[in-house]
């Protein structure tokens, strides 16, 4: 695998990304601009209503975050300038054909100009509706790669997706493609089409019984909660003494920026192989695996160290969380610590004044929702796969061989000192952006 110029290749390169306000997205977006602001255009697909919400949207959710702050302190008062000139925001859906663009002269353009297709337009939601995930991750999917052959100067087409595409498989996950009616369960016979009528057909059930309508650029930058930082804002705030999981168990983590590398030279890698399909692995579980228990340890001493000042301007203090290790256990757990203390006060409920039995009310839903989300993440809580990055790290030899400007898209997981990256990056990023 020969490799040229990264930054050779993105200069006047028309590049298509999908999810544009996505955190990934953002994170690839501003790499792109600030290494190399001599693309040609970057076309980028969100929901909106129009142009002007898309492009609201995109000033409000990216280019406003302190993520551009490089960029704003590099450009000043020029960055819209630049911004103006090297992209073009589109309102769309990739739930729908020709990803929902309406207007019919962007769309020729498009597929005249667009050389590079990037598709990171998901939900992420572990309990996202079935629809709603069916429509985007599958049949998105499908439509994006439907709006890539229409691209007559096509190079290449990224499709990137979280990894717990593997389900619940264990032990190591090969970096190998499913063929088309390949289920996870290892039998075949898988009809998409079949799958989305019998979801149609569900669908139009529950509707006629619902009354209610549904509705890099530097350290520790990070937004959103991510399934790990949930449990650092509970933690933090005082508000996690128990955690259900394996102590023992291998965590795949992955700086944001490190991937964001890794897709950028991807594109460049496979560049014109047509007909050729790649998989990478961007993970830590083989490279530089962590275990949960030191992450417990690393978030005991931050917080120690820095607690967090609550409403009442009072410091929190963080002690040792009960870890458990079964489902069993947790129950158990909930069991004696809430749940009979409750039924104890139900007793009692008719010699209770309103208030009482409304805070005990509440406090019976929040259980019952705690309840629901340990149901929800147990799959991954005790996940027992690692992911093979062998593909990943010929990449990254071949970058390295090609002498191309590997330390500006590093995505070696060795490089990455966990203890140092917890204490000192990634703990203090999620108190900045993500603590409320």
Sequence with gaps: MELTSVLTFLENRAILVTGATGFLAKVFVEKILRVQPNVKKLYLLLRAQDNNAALQRFNTEAVAKDLFKLLREKYGANLNTLISQRTTIIPGDITC?????????LLDEMWKEVEVVVNLAATTNFDERYDVALGLNTFGAIHV???AKKCSKLKVLLHVSTAYVSGEKTGLILE????????LNGTSGLDIDTEKKVMEETLKQLRLEVTSTFQDPFPGWVEGIRTIDSLAVGYGKGKLTCFLGDPDAIIDLIPADLVVNAMIVTMVAHADQRGTQTIYHVGSSVSNPVEFTPIQLYAFRYFKAHPWIDKQGKPVIVGNVNVLSSM?????????HYL????????????????FQAKYLELDRKIKF?????DLYRPYLFFKGIYDDMNTE??????EESGIEIDVFNFNPKCVDWEDYFMNTHLPGVV???FK
């Design 432 to 434: 900045k952006y993500v």
């Design 370 to 374: 705690v309840m629901r989300l340990i």
């Design 394 to 399: 010929k990449l990254r030899r071949a970058a």
């Design 176 to 183: 190998t493609p499913y063929n088309l009616g390949e289920t």
């Design 97 to 105: 054909e020709n990803l929902g663009v309406k207007d019919s002269n």
């Design 328 to 336: 069993d256990s947790f129950r158990r757990y909930m069991a004696l």
């Design 145 to 147: 790669l439907n709006f």
């Design 340 to 355: 009979l203390p409750l039924k104890g006060l139900e007793i009692v409920n008719t010699l209770l004044c309103q208030f």
